[in-house]
């Protein structure tokens, strides 16, 4: 005859409090591990700065950045030092640059970096600081007379350079100067462009990366003495 062993009520009632309780402290375990997962940020790509040429000397200025993958703290790299940036979207982004930055002719690498976890920096996107833009401050001589000879004129200013030329009045083709400093040039101008008695401009363009035209200066060209 087969007897059965009866667990006794008491036992199994203690039991099972202690059962429910390591459930319970399972269960809690593997969902603090489930909320504890971070999303990783992406790896930035950098497209394009603009402008990607400032002058030298133009004083502070703002860029921006454009590429894909950007987020809320992203960050720009100047030659590795930190700029201030300001996020726009995922494919934009605003950098301030100071003066201090933009004083000297450069060509600087810019760099995108996402903050971890993941993200990290982009490739490099290079950013020209060319040259200034031109001045004309006084011409000497700005009156004389006409007369079978050309007449040489020194053009006293700011930001000449080897890739500075000077061009007479309206002529579109300009004439190439004897850089004497960054601020004075000499240059001679032929009897032909001034074949009449009247008042001429001068003006002086340099050539990029960065520079531009200077200002327009009068030049008055009086009529032959008797």
């Given amino acids: 005859m087969t007897r059965y062993r009866l667990t006794s009520r008491r036992t199994m009632t203690s039991s099972f ?12 375990a593997c969902g603090s591990d489930s909320t504890s997962v971070v ?16 002058n030298a000397g133009s004083g502070a200025a703002t860029v921006r950045l454009a590429g894909k993958s950007f987020v809320r703290g992203s960050y720009v790299l100047w030659e590795s030092a930190e700029r201030a940036t ?17 004083a000297v002719m450069d060509t600087v690498q810019l760099v995108v970096v996402n ?11 290079p950013f020209i ?6 001045t004309i401050t006084s011409v000497s001589p700005s009156t004389f007379a006409m007369g079978p000879l050309s007449v040489f004129l020194t053009i ?35 009897d032909f462009e001034y074949p009449t008695a009247r008042t001429y401009t001068i003006r002086v363009r340099t ?3 960065g ?12 009529a032959k003495s008797p």
Avoid at 17 to 28: R, Y
């Fill in 86 to 102: 300001r996020f726009v979207d995922s494919t934009a982004l605003d950098v301030d640059l100071s003066a201090n930055d933009l």
């Fill in 207 to 209: 050539l990029p990366p």
């Fill in 211 to 222: 520079g531009g035209d200077s200002n327009r200066f009068p030049i008055v060209v009086a």
């Fill in 115 to 125: 903050p971890s976890p993941g993200g990290g920096p982009s490739a490099s996107v």
């Fill in 129 to 134: 600081i060319g040259y200034p833009t031109p």
């Fill in 156 to 190: 006293t200013g700011t930001g000449f350079s080897n890739r500075t030329l000077v061009y007479w009045d309206a002529e579109t083709a300009g004439f190439v100067a004897n850089v004497m400093s960054p601020t004075q040039l000499r240059v001679q101008i032929p």
């Fill in 17 to 28: 409090p202690v059962f429910v309780a390591a459930l319970i402290a399972s269960t809690s």
């Fill in 39 to 54: 999303a990783s940020n992406p790896s930035p790509v950098l497209l394009s700065v603009t402008p990607s040429v400032l």
